[in-house]
């Protein structure tokens, strides 16, 4: 019995979490599926491209100024989400995600030479003499894409800088009324495990007599 009610108790706490974090999960979805094919647009750039010069380095430095960093929490109302290209543009600002779509789309409209990399606390782009920062090493990466493929790596990042990022961007800027839902979750998925457990005790009782 005991079990049963713990099974139950995830799952309903599983769910009321999902919903709490995202009342509309279609963006959960969209998300997921950009992060193996993320939604590049050269053609929504190709306006703010030509205004560029054909430097990466002097185009990363325009785009970090003119999109301001802001977390997800705040944009889109939700703790995690990638955006497409038209979106980053509208909001005008966002996180790592917003500016690696933008930049990748830009290098594309502009025929530039990059790559593509994924860690698991960071996205950005990468081109021939950019320096690595702390946040930005190649060996921090899980994934790494550029013209001749994509290669998978075994990441080396520093967990103590993965966990402050999650903390700075998924739990610190959450919503007090979100974060009052979540915790109201826990006695009420507990009361809703606590009367499926009691049910099915139940009907197997009187199913065996």
Known sequence: ???????????CFLLWTLFVL?????RLALSVGRII???LDAGAVSELARTLPADPAQIERHILRTFPYQYDWITYGVP???PSVSEALEQGTGDCKTRFVVLASIYEALDIAYSQVFSLSHYWVTYEGKRE???????????????E????QVPREDGRQIW?????????PMPS???GLWFGGLPITFTAAGLYTYRKQRSKHAANT
């Open 164 to 172: 402050d990022n999650f903390v700075s961007a998924f739990w610190d």
């Open 80 to 82: 995690w989400y990638y």
């Open 133 to 147: 920062t702390a946040l930005e090493a190649q060996h921090n990466a899980w994934l790494v894409r550029d013209e």
């Open 1 to 11: 019995m005991k079990r049963t009610w713990l099974g139950a108790w995830l799952v």
């Open 37 to 39: 094919n993320p939604p």
């Open 177 to 179: 009324v979100r974060r």
């Open 22 to 26: 995202y009342p509309n999960p279609v």
């Open 149 to 152: 493929g994509s290669r998978l």
